[in-house]
């Protein structure tokens, strides 16, 4: 059964860092190109970030460039978003996903298989 299973999620003032995790299982982890996403209330949902399994080539949203860092440890089964001087319009629901498909538009949600629940970010100015 695939599961990804996110955590690292917190309240954090502006100008402060985080780390969220994906832990993954049920699937061929070091195969697959993965993505963070996140969704605010009443926003859409967005492409934060994606790596390509091959050469792990990364992919960043204008909006988190040179803040965020994506990793993808495929002995461990585990995603990384390494998040440095946040904002506050990055308080959302961030999710991560999982493709072996078409990575053309790396930041496109509907290229994802896989999902997981979520984990809540906050940051407050």
């Known amino acids: 059964q695939v599961q990804l299973v996110e955590s690292g999620g917190s309240s954090v003032q502006a100008g402060g860092s985080l780390r969220l995790s994906c832990s993954a299982s049920?699937?061929?982890?070091?195969?697959?190109?993965m993505g963070w996403f996140r969704q605010a209330p009443g926003k859409e949902r967005e492409g934060v970030a994606a790596i390509y399994y091959i050469g792990s080539l990364t992919y960043y949203a204008d909006s988190v460039k040179g803040r965020f860092t994506i990793s993808k440890d495929n002995a461990k089964g585990t995603l990384y978003l390494e998040m440095n001087n946040l904002e506050p319009e990055d308080t959302a629901m961030y999710s991560c996903?999982?493709?072996?498909?078409?990575?053309?538009?790396?930041?496109?949600?509907?290229?994802?298989?896989?999902w997981g629940q979520g984990t809540q970010v906050t940051v407050s100015s």
């Open positions: 049920g699937f061929t982890f070091s195969t697959y190109s």
């Open positions: 996903a999982a493709t072996d498909g078409y990575f053309g538009s790396p930041l496109k949600a509907s290229h994802y298989k896989y």
